[in-house]
């Protein structure tokens, strides 16, 4: 029987060691599966001595249903990406993207480097990374859907999606433009309530938004973007390039044809 997913890679960043990988991600380059690879790199530059850190990742084929055969369905019944197996925990299983970040943080983040210890801070975090898992994600994932996949071009899916998106935008912005923010979401630092985000307002072009009414916004993910640790994340499992017209059609094509969408 042939195996039901593709082997284990290293990151780039772990390519020279040898040591075992106790973090297990499965993933596809998709916002959701970025922000887990982001926050992985991130806390390899703060911790580079810390073993239990060392991750390996699965690419998950949609083209192959991966993420809805049996064996994906024991780490996340959901049948989604990403999912994280942390052997540091006996394979203890993690789903959904929020939750992930937030185990990592919780196990990993011992100098509160991309968090608080204060409870304040720390709830202001929650509440803007369920800000972004139960308002952009959805929201642009919609706008995503009716401006790109569907098979028909329905002018008020298309709109609704579109308009809550830039709604959710405008919430960012308004944060991110007070002076006291420093030009991040909480406590005046960059932490995982921005990291949780900025993959799906990064690609805001893909849903059709204008990102030129919100240039706090913008400036902000031009910052993220700059840091070494987000690069190396945006480079797990592979890492895409811009695309042409055609090249996005054709991409559209294959998420069409991968989702049986219009059949
Ligand atoms: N709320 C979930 C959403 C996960 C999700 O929708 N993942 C997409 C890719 S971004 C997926 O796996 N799609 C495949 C499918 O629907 O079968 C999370 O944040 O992890």
Redesign the pocket.
């Known amino acids: 029987m042939s195996e039901p997913f593709q082997p284990a890679q290293k990151p780039e960043s772990f390519s020279s060691t040898n040591d075992e990988a106790k973090l297990h991600l499965y993933t596809?380059g998709?916002?959701?599966?970025i922000k887990a690879s982001i926050l992985l790199e991130e806390l390899h530059k703060e911790y580079p001595e810390n073993k239990q850190l060392i991750y390996d990742f699965i690419p998950i084929r949609?083209s192959e249903k991966d993420?809805?055969k049996p064996e994906f369905l024991k780490i996340n019944p959901n049948?989604?990406?990403?999912a994280l197996i942390d052997d540091n925990f006996k394979g203890h299983n993690i789903?959904?993207?929020?939750s992930i970040l937030i185990w990592l943080i919780d196990q990993y983040d011992k100098d509160f480097k991309f968090t608080f210890q204060d409870p304040k801070l720390k709830s202001d975090i929650f509440s803007w990374i369920f800000f972004a898992?139960g308002g952009v994600?959805p929201m642009q994932?919609q706008a995503n859907h009716f401006f790109r996949y569907a098979p028909e071009k329905i002018e008020y899916g298309i709109n609704r999606y579109q308009e809550e998106t830039s709604r959710l935008y405008s919430v960012l912005e308004d944060q991110l433009k007070k002076p006291e923010s420093k030009g991040w979401l909480v406590g005046g630092k960059y932490t995982v309530a921005d990291i949780n985000v900025f993959p799906w307002v990064r690609s805001y072009a893909w849903a059709g938004i204008d990102i030129t009414p919100f240039p706090n916004v913008k400036k902000w993910l031009d910052t993220i973007e700059a840091r070494p640790a987000v690069y190396a994340g945006l480079g797990v499992p592979t890492r895409t390039k811009k695309l042409t017209k055609e090249e996005e059609d054709q991409k559209a094509a294959e998420a069409r044809k991968a989702?049986g969408w219009g059949k």
């Open positions: 596809v998709t916002p959701n599966g949609f993420q809805k049948g989604r990406i990403p789903w959904e993207s929020a898992h994600g994932g989702f």
